[in-house]
């Protein structure tokens, strides 16, 4: 079974300019989640969808980012305009949908902003 | 509110010692507790989880947990350290009151030393 699939695993830019995070979740599941992952620090929820649909987005920084999951399967992450503060780790997560199922993560997308 | 302590940053273990990483919970309701593990530049790898039944939980590559209501613990164990056990390790409970995120503790790094 195919695991969560993100793009790219590396990115490098500058403040103030955009970047796009993309997410494929494991077939089936019909619940998506990022989280963002700073240095030191556990993961913390930026924004969870339930099939196309968003169920919790109340610790997006929604001045700066955004997130779609057109058509209830793949996700898409935007941050524009970039800052310092953004560079993370941003993890893609998946789940079916009940709380006790486990919730697999993909490999992440590693953001430098300088 | 749901939360996790992970009260170690950094735990030491000798090759082929039993080792302990520690997590005590804090949720209304029965929890749901997961055991998480990040290898350098990866994701996270899901290792076992606690939602009902016997309290010691067995998990992958060796790894088990125990679940303690009275203590409010759930500490994760193996009998035999490997040197490949290094690695961070994520203690995190299921916000049931929040559509079912994952809440992390701060993250405990392991290191297991020839």
């Known amino acids: 079974e195919a695991g969560v699939a993100q793009s790219p695993r590396y990115k490098i830019i500058e403040k103030r300019q955009s970047v796009a995070f993309w997410c494929n979740p494991i077939s089936g599941h019909a619940t998506l989640y990022w989280y963002q992952q700073i240095l030191g620090q556990g993961p913390k929820l930026l924004i969870q969808?339930?099939?196309?649909?968003?169920?919790?987005d109340s610790q997006l920084p929604k001045d700066r980012f955004s997130a779609e999951r057109l058509k209830g399967v793949d996700s898409t992450l935007k941050i524009q305009p970039a800052k310092l503060e953004d560079s993370a780790v941003y993890l893609c997560?998946?789940?079916?949908?009940?709380?006790?199922?486990?919730?697999?993560f993909g490999e992440g997308s590693w953001l430098t902003v300088v | 509110a749901q939360s996790v302590a992970q009260p170690e940053d950094q735990v030491n273990v000798a090759e082929g010692n039993p080792l302990t990483v520690k997590c005590t919970y804090s949720?209304?309701?029965?929890?749901?507790l997961f055991w998480y593990v990040q290898y350098p530049n990866r994701g996270l790898q899901f290792l076992l989880k606690?939602?009902?039944?016997?309290?010691l939980v067995k998990g992958s590559y060796g790894f088990e947990a125990e679940f303690n209501k009275s203590q409010t613990s759930f500490h994760l164990k193996k009998p035999s350290a490997l040197v490949s056990d290094s690695a961070l390790y994520f203690c995190?409970?299921?916000?049931?009151?929040?559509?079912?995120?994952?809440?992390f503790g701060k993250g405990t790094k392991l290191s297991v030393k020839p």
């Open positions: 949720v209304s309701g029965n929890p749901y």
């Open positions: 969808f339930q099939n196309n649909g968003v169920v919790d």
């Open positions: 606690y939602i009902t039944g016997d309290n």
């Open positions: 995190a409970v299921r916000d049931l009151g929040s559509q079912g995120n994952l809440i």
């Open positions: 997560a998946s789940s079916l949908w009940d709380s006790g199922n486990t919730i697999y």
